[in-house]
């Protein structure tokens, strides 16, 4: 065992050397390539090709399916497909919805719960051989099979619960029907919760009020209309075949390596519209930018999946990619002082600051034997290896100061947010975790330096991860801090879609990875624990009836003091017994290139590209 130990302790004594050396050197190319001559990099975008905007991903995605969507980028790809009936207006903070495919806002009634949608007539699908050569205009009956598609049990949709929370009268029962009798799905039996009232009108109506279900019609991967000959003809296959009403069609994906978007001939004359606020000089520009264009802006999008920040950041500085989030081992780099380098700003290169709408998470599997439960060890070991990191650390040496330590769940610019909030969440306390551990159980009985279970048993945490380069060095990060209280932890590395997958299945002990808002509503962070959400977007499997209690309460309230008391009891529940642990709030850095155009990430909307064009005389 010490022989073992000790030649373990020299490969990652070798590999971080290794790893300072590669930084080293990128930091070295990335300093190289800021001293370049402004004249080479306006080179390089000469040669860009026009009415073309190239963007990179760090993550692979992984189709365009809407109801089988789980990340954020194939999220953005398919915005560009498909359509909802609302959008969020690309300038207007604070955010307000806009009509897109409905004729107009719909009516609410009944104490919100019932939304009538008005479609707007004319607006017809990309062209599609499941057409036959006829020109299909998009009708009510799309977005009504649209969201029965979520029902239906053979598409095992991870994200249900999105419409299962709010209630959707009689949907519920058809898809019991259909698991009881083991029967297809009823697409045509029509209920009172979700029906077309003519050719152009579609109705839903809920048990009880949702002042925020709306929101959920404005996110184009959510309830973008699919056409259901398409789906009927692609069938398994459909993620690889998005048709939509959408500015963009899908023309090549190479998956998990280049997806290449080109513009929808059949997409309807549509102009910007866009009502910033007063004194927001960014969003006046952009207005001004982008007043009077026809959107889509450009003719084609080029992604390209670069999964490592090094060469994605090179090929920004190269010009081969026009929009980058810069990767935070490059922060210093390209924002010294948290401004844009002076090198890159004489080349006309400009930074988009904001802090974002997400947090940075690990969560527990409440299923899992060694740190799922709800008796006071289990929740002890759980709130001590939360205490144990250190989030002001993460922020400091890994994202380089680019973010704000998290206190709870719920995100900035949602309901239930509170800057002046405070919990054990943020704390970092070894010695308070070292006390929870000994007072419950958890102790080194065989001198090797590592705590065992109260059992007597082996104490080994399993944290899941990919094995990027910001991934390898938080894993070094959560290594160094556990050891500090005497737990040990091991990682088990896998691509992301492998993960996606094994998370459904309960089979990880631990995960981490980000959550970005889709809308103004803070009670979706608090979903993530809602007992019924389990095994969709509450991954930790969370399940405790009072606090799913609680989030029913909050749910049917209006936004005011009532639902913000209720959701700070369910941040309080959450710290307490610390199914996830909520690292950072990050802040995000683009930089555009000169020739871009229009571009502004919206906190909520998904569809940032359309609105983006390229300098046709810069690029030429």
């Known amino acids: 065992t010490s022989s073992g130990s000790t030649s373990t302790s020299t490969r990652r004594a070798s590999r971080r050397r290794a790893e300072r050396m590669r930084r080293r050197d990128w930091l070295g190319a990335s300093a190289a390539w800021l001293a370049l001559p402004a004249a080479t990099a306006r080179a390089a975008q000469r040669a860009a090709p026009a009415d073309t905007l190239r963007v990179a991903l760090e993550t692979a995605e992984t189709g365009f399916d809407p109801l089988a969507i789980g990340d954020e980028n194939s999220n953005r790809v398919a915005a560009c497909i498909f359509e909802s009936p609302l959008c969020y207006d690309h300038v207007a903070r604070p955010v307000k919805l806009r009509p897109l495919t409905a004729a107009a806002l719909p009516e609410i009634g009944d104490n919100f719960r019932s939304f009538t949608f008005r479609i707007r ?3 017809f699908f990309a062209d599609d051989p499941a057409f036959k050569g006829r020109p299909r205009e998009l009708v009510a009956q799309d977005y009504v099979y649209s969201v029965k598609r979520y029902y239906d049990p053979r598409n095992n949709s991870e994200n249900l619960y999105v419409f299962e929370n709010a209630g959707i009268l009689d949907l519920p029962a058809l898809r019991e029907r259909a698991l009881k009798d083991k029967t297809p799905f009823d697409y045509d039996r029509e209920v009172e919760g979700l029906r077309a009232l003519d050719r152009y009108t579609f109705r839903i109506r809920l048990a009880a009020p949702n002042p925020r279900f709306v929101y959920q019609f404005a996110l184009c991967g959510l309830t973008g209309a699919l056409a259901r000959e398409v789906v009927d003809a692609y069938g398994s296959d459909i993620a690889a075949h998005p048709v939509g009403t959408g500015p963009y069609r899908l023309a090549s ?4 390596s280049r997806i290449e978007l080109v513009r929808n001939p059949l997409y309807r004359e549509r102009f910007f519209e866009g009502e910033p606020a007063e004194g927001d000089t960014q969003a006046q520009a952009i207005a001004a930018e982008l007043a009077g264009r026809r959107l889509p802006l450009t003719e084609r999008i080029e992604i390209h999946v670069v999964d490592e920040a090094q060469p994605r950041w090179l090929a920004f500085l190269n010009g081969a990619i026009d929009q980058i989030r810069v990767p935070v081992d490059f922060t210093t780099v390209a924002l010294p002082g948290g401004v844009i380098a002076p090198n890159l700003a004489r080349q006309g290169m400009r930074l988009q600051r904001a802090l974002q709408p997400d947090m940075v998470m690990t969560y527990f599997n409440m299923l899992d034997p060694v740190v799922g439960g709800y008796t006071p060890d289990k929740v002890a070991l759980r709130r001590a290896v ?10 400091r040496l890994v994202r380089h100061g680019q973010g704000v330590p998290a206190q709870s769940v719920v995100v900035p610019f949602t309901s239930g947010y509170d800057a ?3 919990s054990e969440m943020g704390d970092h306390a070894p010695a308070r975790a070292k006390a929870l551990l000994d007072l ?3 102790v080194d009985r065989n001198g090797d330096g590592w705590r065992e279970r109260p059992d007597g048993s082996p104490l080994v945490l399993r944290l899941s991860s990919t094995t990027n380069q910001l991934s390898r060095r938080l894993n070094e990060l959560w290594r160094k801090n556990l050891a500090k209280v005497g737990l040990r932890i091991e990682f088990d590395l896998a691509t992301w879609g492998d993960l996606l997958k094994r998370g459904r299945s309960a089979s990880l002990m631990m995960w981490g990875y980000s959550w970005l808002a889709g809308s103004p509503d803070g009670g979706f962070f608090l979903g993530i624990a809602y007992g019924p959400n389990a095994n969709e977007s509450n991954d930790s499997r969370f399940s405790l009836p009072a606090f799913d209690r609680l989030f029913e309460r909050q749910n049917v309230l209006p936004d005011g003091p009532e639902r913000e008391a209720l959701m700070r009891e369910g941040k309080n529940m959450l710290v307490a017994h610390m199914p996830y642990k909520v690292h950072v709030h990050t802040i995000n ?23 983006t064009g390229v300098d046709k005389e810069t690029a030429t």
Do not use: C, K, M
């Open 440 to 442: 419950y159980g958890y």
């Open 121 to 123: 007539p004319g607006i």
């Open 420 to 422: 002046d909030y405070r």
């Open 386 to 395: 939360a205490l144990a990191y250190d989030s002001t650390e993460e922020l």
């Open 589 to 611: 850095n683009d930089l555009l290139q000169p020739r871009v155009r229009g571009f502004w990430r919206h906190p909520f909307a998904r569809e940032t590209w359309i609105y």
């Open 253 to 256: 994906w190479r998956r998990a």
